[in-house]
């Protein structure tokens, strides 16, 4: 966000597996995460 001003976060982060936990192991586990962001008016 440092490198991109113009942007702020809009709302909660939305965490996603990446992986089925059913059938991956814990140390093989990948999450996603995602920020919903918006551009700040002028």
Do not use: K, S, W
């Not at 113009?6 to 597996?17: T, V």
Request: charged share 25%; net charge negative.
């Amino acid at each position: 966000m440092a490198q991109h001003p113009e942007y702020r976060i809009c709302g909660p982060a939305i965490d996603r597996y990446l992986n089925d936990p059913d059938i991956t192991p814990p140390e093989a586990m990948e999450t996603g995460v995602l920020f919903p962001v918006e551009r700040i008016p002028e």
